[in-house]
């Protein structure tokens, strides 16, 4: 039998049991005392929420840290872009699935990308960023001029042809997949976006073009007609 707060008499109240009412001087009934309630739950439930709020803090970052070195995060800036994301995305239950919500960098809005009813996803979050510091993000693309990534490609996945070419099937699926994209091996990141020559123009690169003796440059450029690209 479940103790009820107010009893009106203690008639019905098992008689080890009823020490834990007090009467009440106005109204004459007896109500349960609860005055050891607030020392219960600090003493047990407090610790249980402070543990659930950790583990959900745990639960942001642990995923927050999957997805930034899912595009490439140079480990040396990762706490740092950690901390000026982190409070902009929340991981609740609805419908009993874990989801993730994310708010736009300027204010408290959600942010608007590819996922379910057009908002953000994590990868959504990680595009942006990867735009916002793109020098905190380690090119996946052959080095460039330098041997230094371009900052322009932080974030981008490219693999040259000559590493596809040696992958397995179930390897090369997986990496179009998850969204590479195929270079030539002497195509580093820039030239990949540069604009392809138009029908009959000849171009040839910078990098070509010094290697090439002062006599065979003039005849490059007076005598074939080629354009120097970048």
Do not use: C, W
């Not at 707060?5 to 109204?27: G, H, Q, T």
């Not at 543990?51 to 140079?74: F, M, S």
């Not at 735009?131 to 460039?144: D, I, L, V």
């Amino acid at each position: 039998m479940p103790l009820n707060i107010v009893e009106p008499n203690l008639e019905d109240v098992k008689p080890e049991l009823r020490e834990l009412y007090v009467k009440d001087a106005k109204s004459g009934k007896y109500r349960l005392d609860l005055s050891d309630l607030k020392t219960l739950i600090e003493s047990h439930v407090s610790p249980i929420e402070k543990q659930l709020k950790l583990t959900h803090e745990n639960e942001r970052e642990l995923a927050l840290i999957v997805a930034l070195r899912k595009v490439g995060i140079d480990p040396r800036y990762e706490a740092l872009v950690m901390a000026n994301i982190k409070d902009r995305v929340a991981i609740g239950t609805e419908d009993d699935k874990r989801v993730v919500r994310i708010t736009a960098a300027d204010g408290g809005m959600p942010m608007v990308g590819s996922g379910p009813n057009g908002l953000a996803t994590l990868d959504d979050l990680m595009s942006e960023t990867a735009e916002r510091f793109p020098s905190m993000f380690k090119s996946t693309a052959p080095a460039g001029e330098g041997g230094k990534p371009n900052p322009k490609t932080a974030g981008h996945k490219v693999l040259t042809r000559s590493a596809f070419d040696e992958l397995r099937p179930i390897e090369r699926a997986e990496k179009m997949r998850d969204g590479y994209t195929i270079v030539d091996d002497q195509v580093d990141a820039r030239s990949a976006n540069r604009p392809q020559p138009k029908p009959g123009e000849k171009v040839i690169t910078r990098e070509a073009f010094d290697k090439l003796r002062p006599i065979e440059r003039s005849h490059k450029i007076l005598e074939e007609g080629y354009k120097i690209g970048d």
